[in-house]
């Protein structure tokens, strides 16, 4: 089960392809580009900062909406993870992303370590890696904010919410990959069928597996990364 935005299930489907699994595409989130004289503005000042941090793909994409994304001489872009820094390779900035893919990866970067007196854009998204903003603040660093994205609920249409009833009348054949909070609590909002959290849970991150455990799921296991394929990767180890 994948709780992406909808058009963002592709890399997920075709991870699940290669294992012998099917993909339920359930889409509790969606994706709107910010774009007013606000967004402008603190987009235009985070680019500037002397080290520029974008938490993922989605970002990339809204800030590329607004204008070209250009690097200054001297400047570090960072990507939180693979994917984001593809998405930045493919707007023609070279990024450095950590190994482990979540925010304690980034803040582990030698480029973060010491960071006393500088200025770091964020670009992101209302709510987005919380645990960023306070953590550069608290090593000395200004950090330049921009949400230039948000994810908002969306209720699931007639046939996802029917899929996934179908699905849940088998919970243990179901795996949950779960890499958002945001789209973890947009499912329980509106998602009633019994068997839920009765399924497999394959977490991103020791947050978001918290975040399962005090939902009510049981059987978690924790990936790597959130890419696909340490997903799957760390549910067979897990799940068999």
Not at 126 to 150: C, D, Q, S
Not at 190 to 204: F, H, M, T, W
Not at 207 to 225: N, V
């Amino acid at each position: 089960m994948s709780l992406r935005p909808r058009g963002q299930h592709a890399g997920l489907r075709a991870a699940a392809a290669r294992n012998g699994a099917r993909l339920l595409a359930v889409s509790p989130i969606a994706i709107a580009h910010l774009d007013d004289a606000r967004t402008r503005h603190d987009l235009h000042a985070a680019l500037a900062a002397d080290l520029v941090l974008f938490t993922s793909a989605n970002a990339v994409r809204a800030a590329a909406a607004l204008g070209p994304l250009m690097a200054r001489r001297g400047q570090r872009w960072l990507a939180v993870g693979a994917g984001t820094r593809r998405a930045l390779a493919r707007a023609g900035i070279d990024a450095i992303s950590p190994t482990r893919m979540d925010s304690e990866g980034l803040l582990g970067l030698p480029q973060l370590e010491y960071v006393l007196g500088k200025r770091i854009g964020l670009v992101t998204a209302p709510g987005g890696r919380g645990v960023l903003a306070p953590a550069l603040a608290a090593r000395g660093a200004t950090v330049l904010r921009a949400n230039v994205y948000a994810r908002t609920a969306v209720a699931l249409p007639a046939r996802q919410r029917e899929a996934l009833d179908a699905a849940l009348q088998r919970p243990a054949r179901v795996l949950l990959a779960l890499s958002s909070g945001e789209a973890l609590d947009a499912l329980l909002a509106q998602a009633a069928a019994p068997g839920l959290r009765k399924a497999a849970v394959v977490a991103a991150s020791e947050r978001l597996a918290e975040m399962a455990r005090a939902a009510g799921f049981r059987r978690i296991a924790i990936a790597a990364s959130a890419r696909p394929a340490a997903l799957l990767h760390a549910a067979a180890d897990a799940f068999g």
